[in-house]
Structures are given as C-alpha cells and as structure tokens.
C-alpha cells in the first residue's frame, strides 16, 4: 500500500532524526576502538619497564587491571587532569575479560609546570575493589586503598592494599599521584564498542559480550599474568 505524503514525511523525519545518533554511536566505537589499542602499547611499555619488578610479580595474583594509555594535565601548577582506560578482569584459568571502560579524573601531577602526560597502569588486589568499581564511581583513597607501586629491581608491592598504581612519563615532570581521583563507568564507549546498552557486571563478570578487536590485548595481559 503506497504511504500518503504524511506518513512519508514523518518517515523521512525519523530517519533524519537517526542520522546524528548513528553517527554519534559511530565517533563512540571509534574512539573505543582506538583505546583499546592504545591500552596495549601502553600495557607493553609500562609491563617491560625494569624498574617495575613489583608490577610483573603482582600481576600474577591480580584480580584484575586498568590500563590508562594517556593521563593528560594542562596548565601550570594546578588544573583538571584525567582520561579514559579500560578494566579487564580476570576470570578462571587466567582468562581475562574483554575491556570495560572507565574514566579517571582529577590526578595530582605535583608542582611541575606545562602541558603533562602519563601512561598509568593500575593493579586490582582486592574482590573489594573490583565490587566497588561494579556499582558506583570509586574514589583511591576514599572508597578504596591505594598506593604507588615501588619502582627498582627487586621491589615488592604491598599487596593488602585494594589498588597499586604504576606510571610512565612522556613528558618532563615528576610522578603521578592517583590517590584522590575518582574512576567512573563510561557508559557511552561500553555500549558503543559492544553495540548495544550494557553494565561492566556484562562485560568482565557475566560476560554476556564480547568483541573480537580486544583479543590482541587480552592475550598480552593473560601471558605477562602467567
């Protein structure tokens, strides 16, 4: 039966309508994607650090990990700072989750001047910590312990703490405090790089979803844990 010209028009309307959500949903998955691979190098980098001992030795007995590939700070002394990783948790036989994304905002940088940038990769001790990162945004050293890992051959971290931090400088300053930041679900990458709405418990803990494009990152996470 042939559409009189209202109905066309409303369709022609709802078509035009879905126009900037599909290419919203599409920026989304981009973007996922290019985290994801970014989360590996970063992994690789800060995982073959030497001085970081304590990071390869408590990720054999981690329940899970995030990969921040890039904390930004700009401005001088004092300003907002933050990016987005991705959570993967391990399962049983260390078969580790596809990723889940987290934001981390407002990192203490020190008293260094400039435009700053870290890789961050951050040790989940603790059932503790993986629940609280399940149900609400979580605030290091708030809702949750955390200290820096050790740097130096031979280090061991403290592992009764519920997150153990490590960072990686690509620019000039010194360290990279988290303790104080707060790490939130990133509904908008999850359900974009999943293609359809899901929660972080669907992604690492029921894991009704999978994606293929993060196997390259599980298995580098799932051979350095071995």
């Given at each position: 039966m042939a559409l009189n010209r209202r109905d066309t028009l409303l369709a022609i309307a709802a078509v035009a309508a879905a126009m900037p959500m599909k290419a919203a949903w599409a920026a989304d998955a981009d973007e996922a994607n290019g985290i994801v691979d970014k989360a590996r190098v970063t992994f690789d980098n800060v995982?073959?650090?030497?001085?970081?001992?304590?990071?390869?030795?408590?990720?054999?007995?981690?329940?899970g990990v995030l990969i921040y590939p890039e904390i930004l700070k700009a401005g001088f002394f004092l300003g907002g700072s933050g990016g987005t990783g991705v959570l993967m948790v391990r399962g049983s036989g260390n078969d580790w989750s596809d990723p889940a994304f987290y934001t981390m905002g407002a990192v203490s940088f020190g008293l260094q001047?400039?435009?700053?940038?870290?890789?961050?990769?951050?040790?989940i001790n603790t059932q503790k910590g993986i629940d609280g990162l399940m149900t609400s945004a979580v605030k290091l050293g708030g809702d949750a312990s955390v200290a820096a890992g050790p740097?130096?051959?031979?280090?061991?971290?403290d592992v009764t703490v519920d997150f153990v931090s490590y960072s990686k400088a690509k620019g000039a300053f010194i360290g990279v405090n988290v303790e104080g930041s707060v790490l939130d679900v990133r509904d908008t990458l999850n359900n974009a790089y999943y293609g359809?709405?899901?929660?972080?418990?669907?992604?690492?803990s029921k894991r009704t979803v999978s994606n293929k494009h993060s196997a390259g990152l599980r298995a580098a996470v799932a051979a350095a844990s071995k």
């Open positions: 995982i073959k650090t030497k001085e970081f001992d304590s990071l390869r030795a408590g990720l054999k007995s981690a329940k001047f400039g435009g700053q940038a870290a890789e961050v990769v951050i040790l740097v130096g051959v031979g280090q061991a971290a359809k709405k899901v929660t972080p418990i669907d992604i690492v």
